[in-house]
């Protein structure tokens, strides 16, 4: 069974910046891109950012351009996500996903999801 924990959510000021995780287990991590996505109150899911299976490629969608940053450890089966100069906007659930391609997608094409993590910005 594919498990996906996100952890590192919180409250942040507007202007600061977090880190998530998340840990799969159930897959063989290394055979598989994974993403981040978010979903805001009374919005949809969307794409935030993508990592191929060897971390040497990523996506950030337009929303977050050169503000996130995602990272993966093969060896740790851990995916994080680094975001700064937090907006009020960024605030959402935030989901880590595998991702079949590096690149802007539809949460249709994802095939697991964790629970999700809540993040907060403040204003």
């Known amino acids: 069974q594919v498990q996906l924990e996100e952890s590192g959510g919180g409250l942040v000021q507007a202007g600061g910046s977090l880190r998530l995780s998340c840990v799969a287990s159930?897959?063989?991590?290394?055979?598989?891109?994974m993403g981040w996505f978010r979903q805001a109150p009374g919005k949809e899911r969307e794409f935030v950012v993508a990592?191929?299976?060897?971390?040497?490629?990523?996506a950030n969608a337009d929303s977050v351009k050169d503000r996130a940053a995602i990272s993966r450890d093969n060896a740790k089966n851990t995916v994080y996500l680094e975001m700064n100069r937090l907006k009020p906007d960024d605030t959402a659930v935030y989901y880590c996903?595998?991702?079949?391609?590096?690149?802007?997608?539809?949460?249709?094409?994802?095939?697991?999801w964790g629970q999700g993590t809540q993040v907060t910005v403040s204003s």
């Open positions: 990592i191929s299976k060897s971390g040497g490629s990523t």
């Open positions: 159930g897959l063989t991590f290394s055979n598989y891109g």
């Open positions: 996903a595998d991702t079949v391609v590096v690149q802007p997608l539809h949460r249709n094409m994802v095939d697991y």
